[in-house]
């Protein structure tokens, strides 16, 4: 078992499609692609509630934060919010898709991958384009040998939201303290279904899975002297220890569909 200290002794330079980082570089730009997901209520009481973690992604030139039906469950899609760059406000998306609403679909994992389309706030610079992880020109395949896979996620028991009262400017001030884990992971198998597959944590998490839903995955793959870091999914479940990750196929399926 490797820490990510080892890890990047062990990996010296990883190529993340056609550039070269050294460790520390690639795993610094890998997890930029991970954020948090919120809802946006409007409301002064409880003006945002936390609703875990979510994955930016850019496919076919377009920009979208991908993550889970479970997380929003309930919930007003013009609320599901990210934050914008730099400072304490919140961007909705422009569109929203699912794989649909089919009884056979509803019996899979399939079911709970929802996408979020982040593509004019790009445009307009309200959040960098270099968080978004160009996916679809390089995959992991199924019978890869991979190294190891990391995962980028906000447990709920790391995140702190306060608002206080500013008693100079007689203003509410939210603040958020947002705490991102970088897990490393062992591949655990495939699941029944064939487009999720299962991890395992590397060490024992001082933390719960809750928040980690929306997470990505990538993994480490190819011979020594010319390793590379591909996306291999996002988690969409997990408990007993076990993390439960859609694939990437199933993920470009959809992006596929959203822009047709």
Known sequence: MRTTFELERLLSYVRIRDV???ADDALNVLRKSAT??????????WEVSYRGSCSLVQYRGRYFCVA????????????????????NRYLTSGGFSTLGDSDKLKESDQYDLVILDY????ASGKIDENKFHAIGTEYLR???????????????????????DDRDFGERLSHLHLAKREILCNYFGDSYESSVF???????????????SGAPVFAISGPPGDFCAKFAGLVVRAGNG?????????????LDRYLE
Not at 119 to 122: F, H, L, R, T
Not at 142 to 164: H, K, P, W
Not at 198 to 212: A, H
Request: hydrophobic residues 40%.
């Open 20 to 22: 070269w980082f050294t």
């Open 36 to 45: 948090t997901l919120f809802h946006y209520s409007g409301f002064e009481s």
């Open 68 to 87: 889970t039906r479970h997380q929003i469950s309930g919930l007003e899609v013009e609320g599901i919010a990210i934050l914008a760059d730099g400072v």
């Open 119 to 122: 593509s004019k706030p790009v």
């Open 142 to 164: 199924d019978n890869e040998e991979v190294v190891c896979m990391i995962l980028y996620g906000y447990a709920s028991s790391d995140q702190r939201f306060d608002t206080i």
């Open 198 to 212: 299962k991890l395992r944590s590397v060490e024992k998490l001082s933390c719960d899975f809750n928040g980690i």
């Open 242 to 254: 076990v993390i439960h990750c859609i694939k990437h196929t199933a993920i470009t399926r959809l």
